[in-house]
C-alpha cells in the first residue's frame, strides 16, 4: 500500500494515511486535502505514480492540472 499525505484545511496539521483509506474529516473537523509534491513548472511526460494505485501515462502540463483536479490534490509547492 502507498502512503500519501493529507493536510487539514482548517488547522494546516499534517496527516500520513494509506492510499485506500478514506478519511476526509480532521479531527478539528477541517476537511483534509491530499498533497502532491511535485512542481508543475518543471513537468517532464512519463508515467506518474503518485495520483492512483496503477501508474498512469501524463503528456502534458494540462492533463497534468486535470488528473490533479479530478483527484481533489492540492501542490505543496
Do not use: H
Not at 4 to 25: A, G, H, I, Q, T
Not at 30 to 41: A, D, F
Amino acid at each position: 500500500m502507498k502512503l500519501v499525505d493529507k493536510r487539514c484545511n482548517k488547522c494546516n496539521k499534517v496527516y500520513e494515511y494509506m492510499l485506500d483509506k478514506d478519511d476526509s474529516k480532521c479531527q478539528c473537523g477541517g476537511i483534509l486535502l491530499r498533497l502532491y509534491s511535485v512542481k508543475p513548472e518543471i513537468f517532464k511526460a512519463g508515467w506518474y505514480e503518485n495520483f492512483e494505485f496503477d501508474p498512469i501515462y501524463i503528456d502534458t502540463k494540462k492533463q497534468f492540472k486535470q488528473e490533479m483536479d479530478k483527484r481533489g490534490l492540492v501542490r505543496v509547492f
